[in-house]
């Protein structure tokens, strides 16, 4: 069937989708998500690669690939590119991950089509950049963790480094890689030009390190691991209460001394060790033990509500089941339902923006391989009898 827009918000968009694995392909989810008609490119079934998430019936593969289309196309053949170039033409955006070299060999690099479509804004993800001396490797999200610096603050003191338990080198290049082709859109209206973009898995770790980074370009402190607990904020991070572990955040003063009333101990607000900020990073491994001593008395429940209730930042620490159980995460309604063709009912997580007027829905379960693709040929202007003619070269 047709485009469904999954949003009116960038319905008028067309993406052509060559991405694979995960940076690129969450990239296009987010545009897909917003309502733009994302065209997935894939190598045809006797020809494909190991180059899903999991399969494509997958928990994995469902969830990135929502709300788009697919076609299926022998790159490796003229016929294909030249087709795919027809394609490009009546699109708006490209998304790619090769490697740098790869499509200019094919010829579909953004100097070469621009060329016919100046209009075209054109999206690059890579491990490490479109040049420079390890523009050519590959990309791996643990990789990035660990080159970006973000490895060797996660996790506790003497333990080694340790990696973050999300794929997030790749979920924020995509996400930067989506917000770049929004910027690169809403600055074509004014010039009615296209551009080039490009992001990598390294520059999105080394950007998302954020305040460690400070640390150390305008302080001149190399962060360290700091396990549960804040690096620069004490008493910040994870508590044992009689019945598990909970969150707790305390930032300035006046929130310091609530929390020590509290906790039953206002004698802290003038402890020379505890009364200060600089104080507590000092003896920071004493207040957190005594503090662990007056949790231990009470359930994480009980705890939960007092703090809250005196306006100390706390909360469980869920497990992902608890996490759609929560009544905050159901009331959001942050879990979406979609009925797919292949495999019945779904829920997935949709987006975690709202737009009052035009709200994202997820209206198309992820497509099989090549599902769209004679619809799609049709919509550029293929013929039945050039669709026989190419089916049978394996062209599509």
Known sequence: MPHMPASSALSRFR???????????TACRQLADWGADVIQVQMPEHMRG??????????????????????????????????????????DVVVENFRPDVKSRLGIDYDTLSKDHPGLVYASISGFGQSGPLAQRPGFDQIAQGMSGLMSVTGKTGDGPMRVGIPIADLCAGVFAAQGV???????????????????LLESMVYMMDFQNSRWLIDGDIPTQAGNYHPTSIPTGVYKAKDGY????????????????IL???????????KDKQGRSIHRDSIN???????????CAYWVERFNEGGVACG???????VFEEPQVQHLGIVKDVVSIHHGPQKMVGQPVQLQRTPSTIVRS????????????????????ELVSLKSKGVY
């Open 15 to 25: 993406v052509i989708d060559l991405t694979q694995v995960r940076a690129g392909p």
């Open 50 to 91: 190991d180059d899903t998430l999991g399969g494509q019936d997958g928990s994995d593969y469902q969830y990135t690939h929502r709300n788009k289309r697919s076609i299926t196309l022998n790159l490796k053949e003229p016929e294909g590119i030249a087709i795919l170039k027809r394609l490009i033409a009546s699109a």
């Open 182 to 200: 929004l910027v690169a859109l809403l600055e074509r209206e004014t010039s009615g030009k296209g551009q080039w973009l490009h992001t990598s």
């Open 246 to 261: 909970m969150n707790i955040a305390v930032f300035g003063s006046k929130i310091w001394e609530r929390f020590c009333d």
């Open 264 to 274: 039953g101990a206002p004698e802290w607000v003038t402890d020379e060790r505890y």
């Open 289 to 299: 033990a005594e503090i662990n001593c007056r949790l231990a008395a009470q359930d």
């Open 316 to 322: 469980l620490i869920n497990d992902v089941k608890s």
């Open 366 to 385: 992820a497509p099989k391989r090549g599902e769209h693709s004679e619809e799609i040929l049709k919509e550029i202007g293929l013929e039945a009898s």
